[in-house]
């Protein structure tokens, strides 16, 4: 009873934690602080995923020498055995095949490791690992206080991405405003836009797309994180480049490798671009183009994310339209002092 009161103790006090604080790394400090104090381990450590790597990297640790600490571990793999098994476990894992550095280890000094996934959504989104230095058998009570420990890691990993999310997209909305406002260099506002959203959104790259009607193809006006190869690939046809956008509809290509939407397939997949979002840039309900997201790993972009992209894009427009309003009334006041200046040879 007295281990379970001090399970009980330990989620209450990181439940509190919630309360006075929404910094994440103080959150996963708290918990894998928590996992070696109450179950009295060796050492803990929480990974989390990095979508763009398509790796897990550690993100908290307690009682892991730096030497090991900074290993390159494949936890995606134990990811995917955990959502499974729901968590896994090895008495010896200085032989456990299911892991990897079986000599780092023992001079680590492990010798039993429980492994249970973090989740956000009923997804894996890291996975926190528990190290003992003697052989330890878990009980049914340790294996759920250490789940539930990571549940609250899960939680703190999804309060901080939702705060973060909305800080970017206001900086995003705030930059572009401030911009739009304080200059009618579109080409300049552009690559301001595609540089931010890329970073806001965790894409490998960007681009700003404009319709040459004349042509009627897209041309380049902006771009962020492509190499100059790949934007020298040719020209983009209008009526063949993801003709969806053109129509005033985002799209959003799982694999441009493959999709027949997509032109210059080769030349993406020498580029590294696996999937596609595309949106449209419109002024007076006119599609005069496409802002793009390009990522370097299988993505799903979700409708929050496509409903920002798609109201940046929207501010683009709004900007080329200012610009084109100012460059129309530019020659407005030529012709008119044209007019006053052959008036005065009147008189």
Not at 85 to 103: I, S
Not at 116 to 129: C, I, N, Q, T
Not at 286 to 314: C, K, N, Q, W
């Amino acid at each position: 009873m007295t281990q379970k009161n001090d399970y009980f103790k330990t989620i209450c006090g990181v439940s509190r934690a919630f309360g006075t604080t929404l910094d994440e790394e103080e959150l996963l400090n708290l918990i894998v602080r928590s996992a070696v104090e109450t179950m009295k381990a060796k050492a803990a450590c929480l990974w989390l995923a990095d979508e763009e790597k398509n790796e897990f990297v550690p993100a908290a640790q307690k009682g892991l020498s730096e030497k090991y600490y900074q290993l390159l571990f494949h936890v995606g793999q134990i990811a995917s055995v955990v959502r499974k098994e729901g968590y896994l476990y090895a008495r010896d894992a200085t032989t456990d095949p299911r892991l990897e550095e079986h000599a780092a280890k023992k001079a680590e000094g492990i010798a039993s490791m429980l492994i249970v996934p973090v989740m956000v959504k009923d997804e894996v989104v890291g996975v926190l690992s528990l190290y003992t230095s003697e052989q330890r058998n878990f009980s049914k009570d340790e294996i759920g206080f250490l789940i539930a420990l990571a549940e609250q890691g899960g939680m703190a990993v999804e309060n901080a991405r939702l705060l973060e999310k909305i800080r970017k997209n206001t900086r995003l909305f705030h930059d572009l405003a401030a911009n739009i406002n304080s200059s009618l260099d579109v080409k300049k506002i552009m690559e301001i836009l595609s540089a931010d959203i890329a970073e806001a959104l965790g894409v490998k790259a960007s681009s700003v797309l404009l319709i040459d009607k004349g042509a009627q193809t897209l041309e380049l006006v902006a771009s962020y994180g492509l190499s100059k190869k790949y934007l020298n690939r040719g020209p983009l046809s209008v009526e063949k480049s993801m003709v969806e956008t053109i129509k005033g509809k985002p799209v959003m290509i799982k694999d441009a490798t493959t999709d027949k939407r997509v032109q210059h397939r080769k030349e993406k997949k020498e580029e590294g671009i696996v999937s596609i979002l595309s949106v449209p840039i419109m002024a007076k309900e006119e599609v005069i183009g496409a802002l793009r997201l390009y990522s370097g790993v299988p993505r799903e972009f979700t409708d929050d994310e496509i409903m920002l992209v798609t109201a940046l894009a929207h501010q683009g427009g709004l900007a080329i339209q200012n610009a084109s309003l100012y460059l129309m009334i530019q020659e407005d006041m030529k012709d008119l002092r044209d007019d006053m200046w052959s008036h005065r040879s009147w008189f």
